[in-house]
């Protein structure tokens, strides 16, 4: 039976459950580990559709595996979504530093 005393002897920050907090480094080994599984997922995926298409681009025909094309096509989106999102950082950037400049010199 466990001893309902327990939390009065532990130190203060254990018995608010605060004791080990979220770090940068502990995030960034799940990003780690996140970027490998992922990486992993998308080598069984290419290695399993090796099937052999024809692409035509503006007259210009060439083979690639199906896997290889459809990965091609995902960094396309995935560049075309972050240029979007680096015009709109830029954006809300270059107003927040026209309202800082107003605020400091009115």
């Known amino acids: 039976m466990p001893d309902p005393d327990a939390a009065g002897r532990l130190h203060p920050v254990l018995a608010r459950r605060k004791g080990i907090r979220h770090t940068r480094t502990g ?15 998308l080598l069984v ?4 559709n090796l099937d052999s298409i024809t692409l035509e681009l503006f007259g210009w025909d060439f083979s690639l595996p199906l896997g290889v094309a459809l990965l091609v096509a995902a960094i396309a989106g995935a560049v075309v979504m972050a240029l979007a999102g680096g015009v709109r950082i830029l954006q809300i950037r270059r107003a927040a530093n026209r309202q800082r400049a107003l605020t400091i010199h009115p």
């Open 27 to 41: 995030a960034l080994w799940t990003g780690l580990v996140v970027g490998v599984l992922v990486v992993m997922l």
């Open 45 to 48: 995926f290419i290695l399993q």
